[in-house]
């Protein structure tokens, strides 16, 4: 007899003359080396990267976008036995998965929200595989350079517009404040005085008294 160790993080299935006979956990295990065939599956949490796809938006712009979908092994014996290359059955169910949602949304709703896409059709279609799609998400959109551009100038365009606006806020609060100051003057002349004394009192300021403007106020 010889003997098997199998880590944490795989499942081994063992095979007597051909046929799966048992799955093997964690541990140490002992087998016949003449007639038993192993097979190892990780069962760790696994990275897919979708690469750019050429894709037609609702409103038929064309795009590309990429996403990456984390997975893992549910069913080492399923994952084994179900088909021959498991991992590429996910991959093209991811590329049909984004193509279907770029291909239902228009461009606009596309870059306000892109981030998750629906996993549900992806997880129907790979779980009889053993195989658990855990997220889904878009990566990358990449839009066509004139595309860019125009979308650069809409922002630029939109931040001046803001910038405008506060500065014609700006100036409206420094005209009421004028004109609520003027408004003060005009009914309480005493404390242009007291205002003129105040600026006087700073050290760093000239105060210039023309006597004929006194006389005009003593007349």
Same mark, same amino acid.
């Given at each position: 007899m010889a003997k098997i160790t199998v880590m944490e993080w795989q499942r081994v299935l063992a095979f007597h003359d051909g046929r799966f006979e048992r799955l093997l956990g964690p541990g140490r295990h002992r087998y016949n080396p003449r007639r038993t065939t192993h097979v190892t599956v990780d069962v760790r949490p696994q990275l897919l990267h979708v690469p750019g796809q050429e894709v037609l938006t609702r409103d038929g712009v064309s795009i590309r976008v990429s996403a990456t979908a984390s997975w893992l092994v549910? &069913?080492?014996v399923a994952y %084994?036995?179900? =088909? =021959?290359?498991? =991992?590429q059955v996910l991959y093209a169910a991811l590329q049909e998965g984004l193509r279907a949602k770029v291909g239902q949304v228009d461009l606009e709703s596309l870059i306000s929200d892109r981030a998750t896409l629906d996993v549900e059709p992806v997880r129907a279609e790979v779980a009889p595989l053993g195989i658990e799609v855990t997220d889904?998400?878009?990566? &990358? *959109?990449? *839009?066509?350079?004139e595309l860019r551009r125009a979308a650069m100038d809409a922002v630029v365009a939109r931040e001046r517009g803001k910038a405008v606006l506060e500065e014609a806020r700006a100036e409206a609060a420094a005209l009421r404040s004028l004109a609520n100051t003027a408004r003060l003057l005009?009914?309480?002349? =005493?404390l242009l005085q007291l205002? %003129? *004394?105040q600026v006087a009192a700073e050290r760093s300021t000239t105060l210039v008294i023309d006597p004929r403007v006194q006389r005009s106020a003593a007349e």
């Open positions: 549910s &069913d080492p %084994t036995n179900k =088909a =021959a290359k498991p =991992a889904f998400r878009m990566r &990358d *959109l990449m *839009l066509p350079g005009e009914e309480h002349p =005493a205002r %003129t *004394l």
